[in-house]
């Protein structure tokens, strides 16, 4: 562990880790921001003046919320002289990530095998579209290929409408969370053994993973799951319902909710109806009774359904955008977003981590870095002179 930076944290559950952080794009700096944010060291290598991160301008909001924390290193890994550098790096480092397609961390010498070599308690995370063996380990991923391959765009949407992506990188995300999972597995397991070990996911697994129970139904019973818009496909009825003043999500859970609901909607009688009295029943009659539910919603507003409904312990909610969201005052009440202050010394705004710890929780400590921007002062801590960082730095080398 790199001991002397005058910006270590001086607490943080992960403080004592450190992180050399080789991703790209979304999947792995999703996964290294969970380490950053519980206290770890990150340091962020780069080649020299790369232009190739996406996640749009570094100064912009998703740049920003992906990679802070972090500090900049600026190295050239094709060169012996950055590559040298990066082997000190790893005598003193717990962990490497890296999402490049599975061929080339072998052309760089960024290796399981040849990481292990050099530090036998490294841990390396590796996240790939389509996993490190198999006929397509070499494709490049992207999440909305994932998505699609998933099955999880045949699911989403209105039926009959077509395959429809999720508005989040869903495949992504999940796939970097995991890999964050994987890595805080590793480091407990080493614990005991001393030794490192190799992670790997990859984001058609984790998005094939978070299909959850609409894969379980084609494991376990042999049933493909179809578009169901936004009726939930087994627990009826729950969906959006419109109001006088817009739409509402109601949900609706086995038959205790479902008597409350007819009970608040003062329809007892919908209780012993032949078409809803069963599970079954209101799932075959579902446009059926949506359309009574619709026929009480649009005599009210959003509001006054969502007083009532929770008197009577029904779950339901608004339908926010994302401005609307950010002004309810249970939102603003949980801290979802904090400020950081960034490299020109304005103060941002970047998402928090949605999981607490009562004594040691997570921080937000820094902005994201520019290019390079800690490299003098990560090579005077491996014991580079002045003189030794100009060359390296006149020879292109950071």
Known sequence: ???????????????????????????GPTCVRQL???????IKIEAPEDASEMGGPRNGPDFQNLHRGKEGLSLNLKSKEGYDIFKNLLNKADVVVENFRPDVKYKLGIDYETLSTVNPAIILASISGFGQE??????????QVAQGMSGLMSITGEPGGGPMRVGIPLADLSAGLFAAQGILLALYERMSSGKGQWVQTSLLQSQIFMLDFQAARYVMNGEIPRQAGNNHPTSIPTGVFKTKDGFMNIATSGETIW?????????EEWIYDP??????????????LGKNINECTIHKTTSDWISLLNKHG??????????????????????????????????????TQPVSLS????????????????????????????????????????
């Open 134 to 143: 198999g006929p397509y380990k070499n494709r490049p991923g992207f999440d």
């Open 275 to 288: 078409l809803f009295s069963t599970a079954k029943a209101r799932s075959e009659n579902r446009d059926k």
């Open 314 to 351: 029904v779950p339901c909610g608004p339908i926010y955008s994302i401005d609307e969201m950010f002004s309810d005052k249970q939102v603003n009440f949980l801290d979802v977003s904090q400020p950081v202050i960034n490299t020109d010394l304005e103060k941002i705004r970047v998402l």
């Open 36 to 42: 950053s944010d519980w206290g770890a060291r990150v």
């Open 1 to 27: 562990m790199l001991l002397n930076s005058e910006n270590r944290r001086k607490s943080g559950v992960l403080s004592d880790i450190c992180v050399l952080d080789l991703s790209r794009v979304r999947s």
């Open 359 to 398: 004594r040691t929780d997570s921080q937000l400590s820094r902005a994201a870095p520019k290019i390079g921007e800690h490299t003098n002062q990560i090579l005077a801590e491996l014991g580079y002179e002045d003189s030794d960082i100009k060359f390296l730095r006149d020879n292109k080398f950071i």
């Open 259 to 267: 008597k409350k609901l007819a009970m608040a909607f003062g329809h």
